[in-house]
């Protein structure tokens, strides 16, 4: 994976998208802890306030990208750079972004207007970004989600796509909220080696991901009964503590060495407990892994922290790790 530290100049931020599956209130500000400690302004208190659409970003709907092992076919959406006035030659292999949606494993959908949003804002800082669906709990249970994840990532690779949408195979990454930050973690964590091959990603941004399923999970931090039961129904268990699936299904036990660059974002009161994200950071940084934690002062969950200045943050990660100049445009 090439790694250029240099970022480029932003081609242009609006004000976007705040959402989660389940609505939240949104109260409080912003503190980010990590490597640098700064502060995120949270000027709105009203859920949708910084929603606008993204009409110049052209979205092409229900590409199939698989058919799963159950026969099921599955499908993404293309969110596509603004390249209007550029000649086709022009265009470069451009980096991409797996994007997967969040509800509990069970729900949601890549077209919700709140994640087709965040799709269309990614492609609007110059990434090919497919927002992909997968099969959904409790009718699919553990793997079949993270297969599904993995297949759109090597579909995403695979020649066909790189020539048709001009894009670069060494630079794929991936950006989840909620139940999609557990499958884009679990998806930068599992397997080793080199990240430009097969379903290999080279840089992972995730919001309010559920870290360690585990019975020990359950006990980090303090996980609601409520949720409890949507991780068995995601898992196909009875119980935790008799859930062997359950490891396999969680990031913090896969990291390795040969891991991608992480930016992680979380609440500091909201469903999914803090400490998960805190030791899955602290576990990657052990093992040399750049890891970035953001910590929002509340209850904001998943997509909801999407703020501005948040936004910010996680496209200077993807401009750091991804790319090094305006992304897609020869100079």
Known sequence: MRRIVPRPPRLGRSLLAVGLAVLLPLVGGCAVSGAASDAVDNPST????????YPDIEV????????????????LDVCLPTTADVAPEALKPRASIVMVHGGS?????????HYRNVCQWLASEGYVTVAVNYRLAPASIFPAAIED????????????????????????GAFGGSAGANLVALLGTEGS?????GSRVAAVAELSGP???????????????SFEQVQLDYLGCTSLAECPQARDASP??????????????????????LQQSEAFAKLLRKDGISAELVTVEGPLHSIAMLNDEMRGKII?????ELTNEVPGVVP
């Open 193 to 197: 080696g080199d990240l430009d091959t």
């Open 149 to 172: 994840v993995r297949d759109s990532v090597r579909w995403l690779r695979a020649s066909a796509q790189v020539e048709r949408f001009s894009l670069d195979p060494d630079r794929i």
């Open 316 to 320: 200077d990660f993807y401009n750091t």
């Open 60 to 75: 092409i709907e229900n590409v199939k990208y698989t058919t799963a092992d159950d026969g099921t076919n599955l499908y």
């Open 252 to 273: 913090l036990y896969d990291v390795d060495a040969t891991d991608p660059p992480f930016f992680i974002g979380h609440s500091t009161a909201e469903l999914i407990p």
């Open 211 to 225: 870290t360690d399923l585990t019975d020990r999970g359950r006990l980090l931090g303090g996980l609601t009964a």
């Open 105 to 113: 494993w069970a729900r949601g959908d890549k077209a919700n207007v």
């Open 46 to 53: 009203e859920l949708w306030a910084n929603e606008v659409a």
